[in-house]
């Protein structure tokens, strides 16, 4: 029989891999969820999942466990997880800012771990994970790793540990920087004069359309803003308060930055 694979923590990240793995008739599947909703006790009964309220429960040697738990839950869970870690299983964390150190700290220094950071677009097959191996995780543990991660869309593989915590700032978070440009889009909508049901509407399908043509058209993102630019025009007496020196560029750098910061003190 296959061995399975454990997912620990069934909420919006560990939800999406599941719904992705099932598609993907990955299995067999088990699920530690120590308060499981509606929703994955109906999921676990209709596709045969089993289901424990704790890792220790856990007996059955395992292909690999994804641990879809936050940073502070993790660091007070971990110690429950060396049992299925020390059994051989490839332990993969999604954990932002929690290093592979302590996580072997927890498990055991020679414990195969592998870190992974997914997005949350992952919920519909359009996110991104970034992925680090260190040296003793073997290339048929980074086929699989690859495998279900791409449950979520995506794939990139850095190539040092602390790039994962860059990774978090960028992709990882991003997502709530493009939520804020649309809420930005819409306030500045309706303090133009447009009702706010137009406001949203036109700040939603413009972010969503420029998305879409961004995924179809693979030239240099430059070059599609210029193609929306014409000279002496409105959207270039927008792009020169959004280009100054104190603009929307240096702003972002600020934010990603801050944002990777807090990622090394999670680790820290």
């Given amino acids: 029989m296959t061995a399975p694979v454990i997912l620990a923590g069934a909420g919006r990240m560990g939800g999406a891999l599941l719904k992705g793995w099932i598609e993907r008739g990955i299995g067999p599947l088990l699920v530690v969820e120590p308060k499981p909703s509606a929703w994955l006790r109906s999921l676990a009964k209709a596709k045969s999942i089993t289901l424990h309220g704790s890792p220790t429960e856990i007996s059955a040697h395992a ?4 641990v879809a738990l936050k940073p502070q839950v993790l660091t007070a869970e971990a110690a429950k997880f ?11 964390s999604i954990a932002a800012g929690t290093n592979i150190r302590s996580m072997r700290k927890a498990w055991g220094r020679n414990t195969r771990i592998l870190r992974a950071m997914p997005n949350t677009p992952g919920a519909i097959g359009k996110g991104i994970s970034a992925l680090y191996a260190p040296a003793n995780i073997r290339t048929a543990d980074r ?3 690859q495998r279900l991660l791409a449950a979520l869309g995506e794939t990139l593989w850095v190539t040092r540990e602390s790039l ?9 978070s991003g997502p709530a920087y ?3 440009l649309v809420e930005a889009l819409a306030e500045a909508a309706r303090a133009e004069g447009l ?7 036109l700040a939603r399908a413009t972010i969503t359309g420029a998305g879409a043509l961004l995924e179809a058209d693979d030239r240099d993102p430059a070059e599609l803003r210029k193609d929306v630019t014409s000279p002496n025009g409105t959207t270039e007496a927008a792009l020169r308060v959004l280009l ?5 560029k240096p702003l972002i750098a600020r934010a990603v930055r801050a944002a990777r910061q807090r990622a090394n003190e999670l680790g820290a």
Avoid at 244 to 248: F, P, V, Y
């Fill in 63 to 66: 292909r690999a466990c994804v």
């Fill in 178 to 180: 493009v939520f804020l």
């Fill in 82 to 92: 060396r049992d299925i870690a020390q059994s051989g299983a490839l332990m993969i």
């Fill in 143 to 145: 086929k699989l790793a």
């Fill in 164 to 172: 994962i915590d860059s990774a978090t700032a960028v992709s990882g």
């Fill in 195 to 201: 009702p706010q049901s137009a406001a949203d509407k």
């Fill in 244 to 248: 100054a020196s104190n603009g929307l």
